[in-house]
């Protein structure tokens, strides 16, 4: 378990989602330049975005997270928490 002052430091986590979505016929330096595009609008101050046309396009959302810690929850080796769901949220939130 992280101690009080590591909590202290390190919360609100600042966490960004990104999803690009392609077809199988999307090129790589499509998608790179959906995943640069996200870049430019995250530089320029967006916090959430999206652009799409139903099978070609991207999303992304800046979160932070305040939570208390649940005592099955797993940690890495610095002691900051694993990815995955966090106490008290329902897999919705993900």
Not at 48 to 72: N, P
Request: with cysteine; net charge positive; aromatic share 10%.
């Amino acid at each position: 378990m992280p101690n009080e002052s590591w909590i202290k430091h390190a919360y609100p986590l600042q966490q960004i989602t990104i999803k690009l979505q392609g077809t199988r016929h999307s090129s790589r330096e499509n998608v790179i330049n959906q995943l640069e595009t996200v870049l430019a609008r995250l530089k320029s101050g967006d916090v959430t975005g999206a652009s799409h046309d139903y099978d070609f396009g991207y999303q992304f959302d800046v979160h932070f997270r305040t939570r208390k810690f649940s005592t099955k929850e797993k940690f890495c080796a610095h002691g900051a928490p694993r990815a995955g769901r966090y106490a008290g949220e329902s897999k919705a939130n993900e």
